[in-house]
Structure formats: C-alpha cells, structure tokens
C-alpha cells in the first residue's frame, strides 16, 4: 500500500488532467468487477431449471421485516430481487417438463454468451480508457521532465551519465506506464470481482464460504515476501540498464576510436558483463513474479478440494453448488492478477524516486524574475575580480578582463589554464563564485539568459550538427528564416558551393551529428549558423582545433568574413590564429600571466614565446 500510495502521490498531477476519462475507466472497472457475480447467478439458475421438479429449491417465504434478523432480510430481500428477475427471464428460458420453444430456445442459448459479451465489453472500455490516460500521462511527463532537464545548469550534465539521462526519461516512464495502464486497471477490476464474487457466494452458502476464505491468508503471506524480493531485483535491474545505456551511448559515440584501436572484443567483453548481470537481475525479477502463480494455484485447488468434501458431506443440493464452484473457480483468474502486480508497482516506485530526483534538481545558474532588458550591445564586456572552480578545484583566480566593443581579444595558454572556463562564463552556463561578468554595465546575473545569449555567437572546436536537413540547421541560428537569408549565410561561409553539390542541396538530410559530412564542411556549416544568428559578439573557441591545413585555410577565411564589425574572443591552442587579434591574453592558473600584441609576446621570450617555439612559429 506504501508504493501505491507514493505512486499516486507522484502521478496525480497529472491524472487529474484528464479525471473525466480516468473515472470512466474506474466506473467500468467496477462495473466489469461485479458483472462477474452475475455468472454464478446464471448458472444457479439454469441447473435450478434443468433440475427434475421435485429438487428445485423451495419457494421462498417472507417473515415480517420487524421481526426477522438482520441477515435474514437481507437474504429475504435478494431472494424477493432473484424471484423478480426468474419471473422475467421465465418465458425465455428452458425449463425441464415444459414444451421449448422459439423464444426459450434463443434465450438458452444466448444467456451465457450475452453475459459473457457484456463482462469482454466493459473489460475493454474500462482498459481503453486507462490506457487512454495512461499514454497521455506519460506524454505530459516526459515533456515535463524535458522541460526539467533543458532547465538545469551545466553542473548537473557534467555529473550525470548519458545512460542515466536515457534510463530516466525512457526507463522510468515506461515501470509508470506499466502501472498505470495495467497494474491500475486490474487493482480496480480484481478486488470488485473478488467482492462482488464473494458476496454472491455468501448469499449462495455462507458457510462454505467461510470455509473457503480461510486459505486466503495462506495466499497473501508468500505474495508480501515475494513483493520484497522484487523490490531488490528491480532496484538492482534499474542499476544494470544505466550501466548498458552508459555504455551503448560511450561505445558508438566512439566507434572510430573503437575501431582504429581494435577494442571491439574489449567492449564486447563489457557488454558481455553487463548482459550477465543483467540476466542474473531479470532470473530474480522472474522468480518473484512467477513462483506467485504455482503457489496460488495450489492453495487454490487445495481449498477447491476441501470444499468438494465438504459438499459431498454435507449433502449439498447440485444447482446451488454448481452456482457455487463457478464462482469460486471464478475467484482464482483476479486472485492470481493481483498476485503478479506487485512487481509492476515495485518497479514504478523505484522509477518514481529516479524521478522526483530529477525533479528536485534546482538550476545554480538561476534567472531573476524581472530581470534588467538588454537592447544591444553598446561599450563593452567585463571580468571584475573573477574567481570560479569546478569543485575545489580553482580554474579562475581573481581575473579582471574588459573587452571593448568592436575588439578581437586572443586567448592563449596551456590546457587547464582556463581559457573554456572564460566561455563558459561569458554564456552563463555558470556563474562566478566571486567577483562579477558585465555587459554594458549590467551584472550578467542581472539579466535575461536568452537576451543575453541572443547578443552571442559560438563557433566551437566540437561542431555540433543535428540531424536534420543543411537548411534546418543553419535556421537554428535564427529561428524562422527565410530561404534566401540562409542561403546568403551559407555563402558568406563559403558553403554555398559544397550544399548545392549534395544530393538534395539545402534539403539534404546530413545525418547524426552532421556524420555525412567532413570535418571542414561541418565547421562552415556551423559557421553559417552563426552568420545568420548576426549577434554583435563572436566566441570562437578552438574554430580550426580539429581540422587539416586545406580545411583550416577555408574555414580561416569564413572565420574572418564573420568576425567583420564584431566583438570577437578567440580561443585558440594553434597560436597562428591569432595573428591578427588586437590583443591576446596568456592565462596560467587561471590568472592573465601575459598580455600583449601577437608580434610583442612572440618577441617578450615568456609563456607565449615557449608555446609558439612549441609549434614552430619562431
């Protein structure tokens, strides 16, 4: 009851979203659970009416309401309702001794079927409609947990898994659809066809009843020890599918490196781990779940061949016991569903937590409520007594930096000095642990994230591409372009010629990650993005990093067609890119060690001069 209810808790929400259908699905259910008593009131009936005239059960006599018991009116009542509806059916169905005719004959023939109809139609319309809700439950989830995720700062990507973020909002969501569309409609269904099967029974013989609920604790006692069991496979399984799609995603993200190193049969053998572990995991899992059936099964025919002794003792008349073992065979099919949904809510409590994890996480990098409007950009982008670190790690120290608007800004040093860090305070993707970032003035803290963002463009050293068509993803830049604005940013990128030479031109699907395309073509394609984006400052972190010289000479030149009457901070390991910035910064230990013109620092013999005699510039 503790996992349904912290299962409902979580999923309500959303449920309520969509009440109206949802208490359709719980009426039907209801109504399918006690459709099922009328199955041992129509095969009461009917061997009542195939039984030899002398053996049918005796009219009923009413006493006096005043007088008789409690129970007594009660039985009193549903024999009086029983006696009104066989005065109805009379005329449509057989009776041993009497002439069968045409309408006896059709209802003899369609009781049961009808019956039976009714219980599949209501079945299906109380399922169609849980799992109506059920999907759009899911939907508005997912969404929400994207919307979630897409609000959270940096920090949180760099400390959680691709394999964890996949399991999250695919695995998770998935035990919560399981529940919901199977595990809630039968946790409506079963327990009123139990009760409804139940109560029939008591009015047919209660004291075979009695004898027969007895074995009911015998059921519930291995079916809570076996919850338990599946409450540690289904922690542990969730555990192992992170690690498989952590490492589904790490391997063919790589595949080239996998490949040119020969380290398929090393990944093979990780897998080959994780799959055993799983399988292990899953035999738990199937264990809890299955060994519920054989048990029930058994207590179940155990009481079902106590109470055929005790019939057969008792000397029990046949139509009310053939009414009465239908429906106690009736009990076994709801008995058994209900065995088994433990494990669904197990697995929708673990998913839930993972969950509402998530959910918990707060943004670092948080945007004010009302925040400072920011135009244009006018005068000029400042560092002011920076510090920041990656945990206790300083990587900024204490840096004060301005970059007046219209100036090209170099940034040089070794790896680790802090040059990405620079960048990536300069979009927010966090903020300073000290100190202050300005724009015009205004504390970036004081701003609106897209405002900001929308004065910034980035071309990177790790291109990122989608897969979409060339034209989609130049747009991305500028949502809502024209055709002939991303042509012209294609060509001032110099990509014009190369698009139309694609089998589908603009059109051309460029696959994941832009794979379709070379390294060069991929950057110019970026590049266009950022043309098109027409943001006053230009970033270029490590642009020409990853390229060949013949790539690198035609991504240079789009470089600097886009750097033309722009702020521009280029971030660069090969130092020659930098030849023509108006000033260059060298940062060590976070701190500006040296600062200067690119022919002065080659020239001052410090950090500068020993990087570029490590490329052979002097």
Not at 228 to 233: D, L, N, V, W
Not at 240 to 253: H, K, P, W
Not at 501 to 520: C, D, V
Request: aromatic share 8%; hydrophobic share 45%.
């Amino acid at each position: 009851m503790a996992n349904l209810r912290s299962i409902f808790k979580f999923g309500w929400p959303y449920l309520k979203r969509y009440q109206g259908r949802l208490m359709a699905g719980i009426l039907l259910g209801m109504l399918f659970g006690v459709s099922n008593a009328s199955f041992v009131w129509a095969t009461k009936t009917l061997f009542e009416r195939m039984a030899p005239q002398g053996e049918m059960a005796p009219p009923v006599t009413v006493k006096k309401a005043a007088t008789a018991p409690l129970a007594h009116q009660t039985e009193i009542l549903v024999k009086g309702l029983q006696k009104s509806a066989q005065s109805v059916l009379d005329p449509w169905l057989p009776l041993r001794g009497r002439e069968l005719d045409v309408r006896q004959l059709i209802g003899g023939l369609l009781l049961l079927p009808l019956l039976v109809f009714f219980r599949g139609a209501v079945s299906y319309l109380s399922s169609y409609c849980m799992n109506w809700v059920s999907e759009r439950v899911i939907k508005d989830l997912r969404l929400e947990l994207l919307i979630k995720l897409n609000s959270l700062s940096m920090d949180f990507f760099n400390r959680c898994t691709m394999g964890e973020l996949l399991g999250r909002v695919n695995g998770d969501t998935a035990a919560l659809y399981r529940c919901m569309s199977m595990g809630f409609s039968d946790l409506i269904k079963e327990p009123i066809t139990i009760v409804s099967l139940l109560v029939t029974l008591f009015l047919v013989d209660w004291q075979l009843t009695l004898l027969s609920i007895m074995f009911i604790p015998l059921i519930i006692i291995p079916i809570r020890v076996l919850s338990r069991k599946a409450k540690s496979a289904v922690n542990s399984g969730f555990q192992a599918g992170v690690s498989q799609d952590s490492l589904l995603v790490e391997v063919y993200t790589s595949i080239r490196i996998v490949k040119a190193f020969s380290l398929e049969s090393f990944q093979i053998e990780r897998f080959r781990t994780i799959y055993q572990r799983l399988v292990h995991i899953g035999m738990k899992s199937v264990q809890a779940k299955e060994l519920a059936n054989p048990i029930i099964e058994v207590i179940s025919v155990l009481g079902l061949g106590v109470v055929i002794n005790y019939v057969c003792y008792t000397n029990r008349d046949i139509p009310n016991m053939v009414g009465f073992l239908t429906g106690f065979v009736l009990l076994y099919g709801p008995i058994k569903t209900l065995g088994g949904l433990p494990v669904f809510f197990q697995q929708a409590t673990v998913g839930a937590e993972r969950l509402i994890q998530i959910f918990n996480e707060m943004p670092t990098v948080v945007e004010k409520t009302n925040p400072v409007p920011l135009k244009n950009f006018c005068h000029d982008l400042s560092f002011k007594n920076v510090n920041f670190a990656y945990g206790k790690q300083p990587v900024l120290q204490d840096l004060s930096l301005t970059i007046p608007r219209g100036h090209r800004l170099g940034v040089a040093g070794e790896s680790g000095s802090g040059k990405s860090t620079l960048v990536n305070l300069i979009f927010r993707f966090y903020d300073p642990f000290s100190g202050s970032v300005t724009i015009d003035g205004h504390d970036l803290r004081e701003l609106s994230v897209n405002e900001l963002r929308n004065q910034l463009a980035l071309v990177s050293q790790d291109v990122v591409l989608f897969d979409q068509t060339v034209a989609e993803n130049i747009a991305l830049g500028k949502p809502g372009a024209t055709q002939a604005e991303i042509e012209e940013a294609a060509r001032a990128s110099f990509a014009h010629d190369f698009i139309t030479q694609l089998p589908r031109g603009y059109n051309t699907r460029i696959g994941e990650t832009g794979k379709l395309l070379s390294g060069g073509q991929r950057q110019r394609i970026s590049i266009a993005r950022a043309f098109i984006r027409n943001a006053p400052i230009l970033v270029l972190d490590e642009a020409t990093g990853n390229l060949d010289s013949n790539a690198e000479a035609q991504v240079q030149a789009a470089i600097e067609r886009l750097a033309e009457q722009r702020t521009v901070i280029c971030v660069a390991h090969r130092l020659s890119t930098l030849a023509n910035t108006d000033r260059i910064i060298v940062l060590a230990a976070g701190r500006i060690v040296e600062e200067g013109h690119y022919n002065e620092l080659l020239q001052s013999g410090g950090i500068f001069a020993g990087l570029a005699k490590k490329q052979g510039i002097i």
